[in-house]
């Protein structure tokens, strides 16, 4: 099957196999990981081999925290403010709907001002550096930095007012390239694309951000203690980090970041290459620079015939390619996982019933 879903989604093969592989008895203990205590020498292991892969893989900065959360990424939008916001404001660019439930959240906590937003233009390019105004005293900008739903895709980061901390959302797109983790105070991702299983979710963040949390934030909550609490304050996602930890090893075998990306870049190029070349019965309408390598939503010319294409699809055992609600149409996600093999069962889908139907 190829599992087009955008979240949770699709995971490699080899690691899925491992995972089942080890279930009942991990590493000749005679139980499984999951049943093992936190705190005993077998897990400790398991988290710190994870943390020291992703360091490697992301080239993450000796001053930067890695946490791993639960709650996922939407709690994180509210857990930001709460652990950044210090009594200030922070600047929230508005490029899709993941980054419109940030600053909604973010508003409940504390002061969020809208920097910027394309929503006028339905969420289909990037703000130009004229539409974006930031607070040189903001306590951070907020970005995402890979809209899931609408397809838009950051390559260059805004310029932001030196000195302001910049928060990205990457949930959609982490691990799918190299990224400068120094350009940023703090990365956030829930797990359920190119990490692993829901219910973890990922916070790289800048030590000096650390300790600002309002008084009221709970201490489960407060970034700092789990940071020094090597994100064990309580108990944690146990068998997410396992898998996440396989993923990694799996990453860094497979040549690491530059390797994945290219990988990416050939698949998103196919399938827009399809989409393009269909003279019209397929269409992206995302501008062509900010067009996501991850989530490609595109629309046929005639909406009647969405059922029928996700019939077809699900004949040829394509899965999870309808789109989201609020855009309509079809959404293929690419992820990390997803191969050129099942990019091309797409496209030949895709060529087979616009001939069909012309
Ligand atoms: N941010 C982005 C970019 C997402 O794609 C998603 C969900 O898929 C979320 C946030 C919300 O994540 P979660 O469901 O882990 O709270």
Redesign the pocket.
Known sequence: IFNFS??PAVLPTPVLEKARDELLDWHGRGMSIMEMSHRGKDFTGVIEAAEADLRTLMGIPSNYKVLFLQ???????AQIPMNLLAGGTADYVVTGS?SK??IKEAQRVGKARLAGSTEADAFTRLPGVGELSFDPSAAYVHL?T????HGVEMFDLPETPAGVPVVA????HILSRPMDVSKYGLIYA????NIGP?GL?IVIVREDLLGKAAPTTPTVMDFSVMAENGSMLNTPPTFGIYLAGLIFKHLLAEGGLAAVEAANVAKARRLYDAIDGSGGFYRNPVAVDCRSRMNVPFTLADGALDAAFLAAAAERRLEGLKGHKSVGGMRASIYNAMSLEGVDALVELMQDFAARRA
């Open positions: 955008a979240g709650g996922g990424a939407t709690q994180m939008f993941w439930k940030a995402c890979n809209e899931t739903i959302d990457m949930s959609s829930g797990a359920q694309k829901a979710v």
